[in-house]
C-alpha cells in the first residue's frame, strides 16, 4: 500500500522500496479500471508503470491538489494512449480521488479515453496525436529558462512513436536551445500496435541517434526502481544537453501471460483475465474495485 503521505506537495523522492509498491497498487489499478471499463490500453500502460511512478512520486515537483502551483515542474506523457497508467498513478498521488478512476471512459466521467487538459485538473495538455509532447515540453523549458525558474520537464514518448518525424524537430531543436531542464524517457518496449517496431519501421540503433541528435543518453532497465531513480538523478545533474533516458521495459510488464505481445497494445483485459492477473498479484478483482469503489480514497 502507498505511504500514508504520497499526496502532499513538493517532491517526494519516495525511496525505490517504496516506489515498487506504489507501483503494484498502480499496476492493480489499472487492471480493475480497464476491467470495469471494458475498454483502454493495458500492454503499455502496464510497461511504462515503473518510471512514470517514480516521476511523479520521486523526482516531480509537483502538488497535486493544485495542478497549476507555479513552482511546479512540468511533466506530460506524449504516448497517452496510455491513460490508465496516467490516471491510476495521478489518482495514487491525490490529484483526484480512486474512485473517479472507475469513471473512466464512461460518458458522465471525467477521464477521457485520451487525457484532456479541459476534463482533468492535471494534465497539462492534451494528447493523443503521437510526436507531439516533447514540442510543448520544450516551449515549457524553453519559457521556464527565460523566468529564471528552476522547473524540471519530464517528456515520456513511445518508442513506436519515435517514427514520427515531428519526434526528430523536437529533438534538434530542444539541443540546439541548450535545454538541460528537459528528462525525456521513452518506453522502449520495442512492439507497438502492429507487432515489432522494428519490423513496422525500424527505429535502432535509437540511443547513437539521440546521441547524434546532441542529446545525453542513459540506457536503464525500465522496471528496475534503483536504475530508474539513479537516471533521474544523473539527468537533472547533466548540464548543457537535455537527457533521454532508453527505458528497456516490457510490454504489459507485471502479468506473464501478455508480456511482450504486442496484441496487448490496445487490447483491455476482461473482468476474468483481470482477475486472474489481479490473483497473482495478492488480491482479486472484486477486492480492488472494493478498493475503488470507497468514496473517501
Ligand atoms: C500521429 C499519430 N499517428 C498514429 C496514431 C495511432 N497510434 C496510437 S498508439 C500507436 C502505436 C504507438 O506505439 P508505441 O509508441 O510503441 O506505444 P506502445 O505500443 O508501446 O503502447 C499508434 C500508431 C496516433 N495516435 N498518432
Not at 11 to 33: C, H, N, Q, S, Y
Not at 135 to 145: D, E, R
Request: proline share 5%; net charge negative.
Amino acid at each position: 500500500m502507498p505511504v500514508p503521505d504520497c499526496h502532499q506537495k513538493g517532491r517526494l523522492e519516495l525511496p525505490a522500496d517504496e516506489l515498487r509498491d506504489v507501483a503494484k497498487d498502480v499496476r492493480r489499478d489499472i487492471l480493475t479500471m480497464i476491467a470495469n471499463a471494458g475498454s483502454g490500453h493495458t500492454g503499455g500502460s502496464l510497461s511504462a508503470c515503473d518510471f512514470l511512478t517514480a516521476i511523479l512520486f520521486h523526482a516531480a515537483k509537483i502538488d497535486p491538489r493544485n495542478p497549476k502551483w507555479n513552482e511546479r515542474d512540468y511533466w506530460n506523457v506524449s504516448n497517452a494512449h496510455i491513460s490508465p497508467l496516467i490516471y491510476s498513478v495521478m489518482a495514487e498521488r491525490g490529484y483526484f480521488p480512486l474512485n473517479e478512476l472507475l469513471g473512466f471512459r464512461q460518458i458522465k466521467g471525467n477521464l477521457q479515453g485520451h487525457p484532456s487538459a479541459h476534463d482533468t485538473p492535471g494534465i497539462e495538455v492534451s494528447a493523443g496525436s503521437l510526436g507531439q509532447g516533447l514540442s510543448v515540453a520544450i516551449g515549457v523549458a524553453l519559457a521556464s529558462k527565460m523566468d529564471k525558474h528552476p522547473r524540471r520537464v519530464f517528456c515520456c514518448m513511445g518508442d513506436g512513436e519515435q517514427q514520427e518525424g515531428s519526434v526528430w524537430e523536437a529533438a534538434m531543436c530542444a539541443a540546439h536551445y541548450h535545454c538541460d531542464n528537459i528528462t525525456a524517457i521513452i518506453d522502449y518496449n520495442r512492439v507497438q500496435i502492429d507487432g515489432p517496431v522494428e519490423e513496422v519501421i525500424g527505429i535502432d540503433p535509437l540511443a547513437d541517434k539521440w546521441r547524434a541528435f546532441n542529446w545525453h543518453v542513459l540506457e536503464i532497465d525500465g522496471h528496475d526502481m534503483e536504475q530508474i531513480v539513479d537516471a533521474l538523478a544523473e539527468a537533472d545533474r547533466l548540464t548543457e544537453r537535455p537527457t533521454v533516458i532508453l527505458a528497456n521495459t516490457l510490454m504489459g510488464k507485471g502479468w506473464k501471460e501478455i508480456e511482450d505481445d504486442y496484441r496487448w497494445h490496445g487490447r483491455p483485459v476482461n473482468p476474468d483475465e483481470a482477475n486472474t492477473a489481479l490473483q497473482l498479484m495478492g488480491t482479486s478483482y472484486d477486492e480492488w474495485l472494493g478498493r475503488l469503489k470507497k468514496p473517501s480514497s
